[in-house]
C-alpha cells in the first residue's frame, strides 16, 4: 500500500504504537521492565531477611524429598530386589553428597574481593563508582552486597551469596546435581506413584497385610465394641490416615521434582550456554548491548573457545585434577587464574572469528 492510502485506523494503529516506541525496544525489555518491582523488593529486603530464608527453604525442601525417598521410596524398591536397591540408595547417596557439599561451598565461599594491592596495580581497568575502589577486568559491583566482586556473575538469593569467580563452578555443580537429583526422584518414583495414586493398588509400606482382612465393623454397629474390634478399628483409621498422608508426600514430592527440574534445568541449561560463550550473565547483558550496536561481528575478547572456557570454570588445567575425582565427586579445587588477570584471545583469533 502507497504512503498516500494509509487508512484512519492504520494512521491511529501507527499513532498508538509510536507512544511505545522505543529504539531498544525488545521481548526481553519487556520482561525486564515488569520484573523490575520484584527485583527492587528482592534488593531493599533480601539481605537481612529474605537471604537466610531463602537458604532455609532450600534446606527444608531437599530434605523433604530425600525423607520421602527413605519412607515410601526405599521399602517399596527393597520388596522388588534388594540388590537393585543397593544400587539405587549408592546413586542417592552420591547425587546427595555432591549436591550437600556445592550447596555448602557456593554459600560460604566468598566470589572473590578485588583487595590484593599489589595485583591491582597491574591491573586495575577503572574505579568503581559505587564502592570508590579499583575494578580489575571483568570485576562488578553488588548492589545487594554493596561490594565488588571478581568476575561477578550474578547475587543468588538462594544461596544468599553472590555468585562469582571462586564460587561460580560450586554454583554450576548445585544446579546440576539438584536437576539430576529430581531426575532420579521422578525416574525411580513414578512406579510406585502410578501404582500406588492412579491405579489405587494399595502398595504403600505396612498397609497391604492388613487390607486384605475382612473388617468387622459394621457387625459390630449394633453392640459395644470388643476390645479387639476397638484396636483393630483403631489400627485401620490409622492406616486410612497414614496412607492419605503418604499420598500427600507423593503429590507434594512430584509436584516439586517437576517443577524444580524444570526451572532449574533450564536455568542450567542457560549458564552452560553462557559458559560455552566464556561470558557471565552480567557480561551477557553488557556484550548483547555491543552486539547490537557493533556493525561488525562482535568476539568476546574472553571466549577462548567452548572446551578452554570449561576448562577454566571447572579448574580442570591444574596438575593433578581430573573430571572423575574432582568434578563427580566433592573437591575444593579453584578455578584456573587469580580473578584479576584473564588470558584474551589474540588480534589474528578476533579476526578469524569475525570472518566466520
Ligand atoms: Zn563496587
Ligand atoms: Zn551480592
Redesign the pocket.
Same mark, same amino acid.
Given at each position: 500500500m502507497s504512503k498516500g492510502n494509509i487508512s484512519s485506523i492504520q494512521k491511529l494503529k501507527l499513532w498508538f504504537y509510536t507512544l511505545f516506541y522505543h529504539s531498544s525496544f525488545s521481548f526481553e525489555y519487556v520482561v525486564d521492565t515488569i520484573m523490575e518491582p520484584i527485583f527492587w523488593f528482592v534488593d531493599q529486603v533480601s539481605q537481612p531477611i529474605l537471604g537466610p530464608a531463602f537458604v532455609v527453604v532450600v534446606v527444608i525442601l531437599v530434605s523433604y524429598v530425600v525423607v520421602v525417598a527413605h519412607l515410601i521410596g526405599l521399602p517399596f524398591w527393597t520388596a522388588k530386589s534388594s540388590t537393585f536397591t543397593a544400587f539405587l540408595a549408592g546413586t542417592g547417596y552420591w547425587i546427595l553428597t555432591n549436591l550437600t557439599f556445592n550447596f555448602y561451598k557456593v554459600a560460604k565461599t566468598s566470589p572473590g574481593l578485588p583487595t590484593d594491592t599489589e595485583r591491582l596495580l597491574k591491573c586495575t581497568v577503572t574505579i568503581c563508582k559505587k564502592c570508590i575502589s579499583p575494578k580489575p577486568p571483568r570485576t562488578h559491583h +553488588?548492589s545487594? +552486597?554493596n561490594?565488588c566482586?571478581l568476575n561477578m556473575d550474578h547475587?543468588c538469593p538462594w544461596v544468599n551469596? +553472590?555468585v562469582g569467580h571462586f564460587n561460580r563452578r560450586y554454583f554450576f555443580m548445585t544446579m546440576v546435581y539438584i536437576v539430576l537429583g529430581c531426575c532420579f526422584i521422578m525416574l525411580f518414583g513414578v512406579e510406585l506413584a502410578f501404582r500406588e495414586v492412579i491405579m489405587d493398588e494399595h502398595i504403600l509400606p505396612d498397609c497391604t497385610n492388613v487390607q486384605t482382612q475382612e473388617l468387622p465393623l459394621d457387625s459390630s454397629a449394633d453392640e459395644d465394641l470388643s476390645e479387639c474390634d476397638e484396636d483393630y478399628a483403631l489400627l485401620y483409621l490409622g492406616i486410612v490416615v497414614e496412607r492419605r498422608l503418604f499420598r500427600y508426600f507423593i503429590y507434594f514430592a512430584g509436584l516439586l521434582c517437576i517443577g524444580t527440574s524444570l526451572a532449574l534445568g533450564g536455568l542450567t541449561l542457560w549458564h552452560a550456554k553462557l559458559i560455552n560463550m566464556g561470558e557471565t550473565s552480567i557480561e551477557y547483558h553488557i556484550n548483547k548491548a555491543d552486539r547490537k550496536k557493533s556493525d561488525q561481528a562482535f568476539v568476546n575478547p574472553y571466549d577462548l573457545g567452548k572446551r578452554r572456557n570449561w576448562e577454566v570454570l571447572l579448574g580442570l588445567d591444574q596438575p593433578n585434577t581430573s573430571f572423575f575425582r574432582h568434578i563427580l565427586f566433592p573437591s575444593s579445587h579453584k578455578p584456573t587464574g587469580d580473578g584479576y588477570v584473564w588470558s584474551h584471545i589474540t588480534e589474528a583469533a578476533k579476526r578469524r572469528r569475525k570472518l566466520q
Open positions: +553488588c545487594i +552486597c561490594q566482586y547475587h551469596n +553472590c
